[in-house]
């Protein structure tokens, strides 16, 4: 039987981000806040692929053999690195305005990118299969986050691995992820995040481990507004933070 393909899609979030679809490659525009956190996620995921797969990060294309899903892809801020790695990344997403905008930047960086205007639950249906799902700042702007990490598990194969990020629903949160960015910085349009779909670390990977994957790891990311960088930490996942979870063989 087939599964709802539009089960994890929440139209008003689709919405959001379509109307910012342009201004995806501008560092000083609406998605500034993701150029800045960039290169601490980018650590991340390159460490865990790494690790995982026995991948030394020193080598010319690390990834090389590895097929990549990056869920929301955006604009492809993180698919391109990523295929930089050697990866062959399809990069997906439900705003149907992101996928000209990244198409026509990798094609401008000379990067060959499958970037597709689709669902992770059409994805799962068509059999698709992928070594490392990539689930960043995604699952709190869809309708269903049980259903679709569900289909997370789906899109992995065995042994595969997935990343995601979100943000954590405490007061912190709100008083940065919101009043900070959207009402006082200005970095987001008011109403990109709503504080009631942010997920604590424990109710994450209570999810991730009914989906029957194994999660492994956790990290918060910290943002220092005095060197104006994020930062990795082991302790505080106040505001941002990032999982590894594992499909078992």
């Given at each position: 039987m087939t599964r709802d393909t539009a089960s994890s899609i929440d139209?008003?979030?689709?919405?959001k981000f379509e109307a910012m679809a342009a201004d995806w490659w501008?560092?000083?525009g609406k998605f500034k806040p993701l150029h800045m956190l960039n290169p601490c996620r980018l650590d991340y995921i390159a460490s865990q692929i790494a690790t995982e797969f026995g991948r030394d990060l020193r080598n010319?294309?690390?990834f090389k053999g590895l097929r990549l899903l990056d869920i929301g892809c955006g604009g492809g801020l993180l698919s391109e690195p990523m295929a930089r790695l050697g990866a062959d990344v399809v990069?997906?997403?439900a705003a149907e305005r992101n996928i000209p905008v990244a198409r026509v930047?990798?094609?401008q960086c000379g990067l060959d990118i499958d970037y597709r205007h689709t669902?992770?639950?059409a994805l799962a249906d068509a059999d698709e299969r992928f070594d490392v799902v990539l689930n960043m700042e995604v699952i709190e702007h869809v309708a269903e986050p049980q259903a679709f990490l569900q289909t997370c598990h789906s899109l992995l194969k065995p042994g595969g691995l997935m990343?995601?990020?979100t943000l954590n629903r405490t007061p912190k949160s709100f008083a940065l992820g919101i009043i900070g960015a959207e009402w006082v910085m200005r970095w987001l349009p008011k109403g990109t995040h709503d504080w009631h779909k942010f997920i604590t670390p424990d109710e994450l990977f209570g999810m991730i481990e009914?989906?029957?994957l194994d999660p492994v790891d956790r990290k918060g990311m910290v943002f220092n507004p005095i060197t104006w960088r994020w930062s990795l930490s082991s302790n505080d996942l106040s505001v941002n933070y990032v999982t590894t979870s594992l499909r078992p063989n």
């Open positions: 139209p008003d979030e689709v919405a501008d560092p000083k010319e294309a690390p990069g997906a997403d930047h990798a094609e669902t992770a639950e990343v995601a990020s009914k989906t029957g």
